[in-house]
């Protein structure tokens, strides 16, 4: 069975633009996390969606958005980048809602913001 | 405002001795913890967990333990393996109302040989 795909793998972009990031789940899963992981934060919860509504959300400013189609396939945007956004993205997908101990993470986006 | 935390960034031990990672918490709503394993360039893998009605679980090799008057819980790697090298994070959430994931900042383990 296919893992967790993200894509793209890298991106770089300038302050103020905004960027989208994708994410397709394993086959059967319906839940998507996304996280983001910086040197000085650490791992932080971004958003959880479950059939196609967001379930669950960290503490992140209105600037970090997700959705979610009806084939479970995630999209994460980030409008105006600041520098600080700089980070590795990661999804996750679950069968169900909030499973965190089944969770199975993707290889993650490397998002560079200059 | 860190809610979990743990407090060494790196630990070093040998092959076949016991690996102990800590990790504090601050919320006492949390009700359910996770330990998370990260290779470099791949995304974390479970390990395992415990509820804060217990206070130990064991899976194989792997053993956490939970404290909760202190706010404190560990994992206990024995014995420990090289493949065991890896960034660890413990997690933790409440399992009613807002059930966000919230990690702490990761432990960096090396298992000489």
């Known amino acids: 069975k296919a893992g967790v795909t993200q894509t793209p793998r890298y991106l770089i972009k300038t302050r103020g633009q905004q960027v989208t990031l994708s994410c397709s789940p394993i086959?059967?899963?319906?839940?998507v996390s996304w996280y983001q992981q910086t040197p000085g934060q650490g791992l932080q919860f971004l958003f959880e969606y479950f059939s196609e509504t967001q379930r669950n959300k960290g503490n992140f400013p209105g600037r970090f958005s997700g959705r979610q189609f009806s084939n479970s396939r995630s999209e994460m945007n980030v409008s105006t980048l600041e520098l600080g956004d700089s980070a590795l993205y990661l999804c996750?997908?679950?069968?169900?809602?909030?499973?965190?101990?089944?969770?199975?993470f993707g290889p993650g986006t490397r998002l560079t913001v200059t | 405002d860190q809610q979990v935390k743990q407090n060494s960034p790196s630990l070093s031990v040998q092959e076949g001795r016991i690996s102990i990672l800590n990790c504090d918490y601050t919320n006492s709503m949390f009700d359910y913890f996770l330990w998370y394993k990260k290779y470099p360039a791949e995304g974390p893998t479970f390990l395992i967990s415990i509820s804060s009605i217990k206070d130990k679980n064991e899976d194989g090799r792997f053993t956490v333990f939970l404290n909760k008057s202190a706010k404190h819980l560990s994992l206990h790697i024995v014995p420990s393996q090289p493949g065991d090298s890896a960034v660890y994070f413990c997690a933790a959430f409440r399992g009613t109302g807002r059930r966000a994931l919230t990690f702490g900042s990761g432990t960096r383990l090396q298992v000489q040989p």
């Open positions: 996750a997908s679950s069968l169900s809602e909030s499973s965190w101990g089944e969770q199975y």
């Open positions: 086959s059967g899963h319906r839940s």
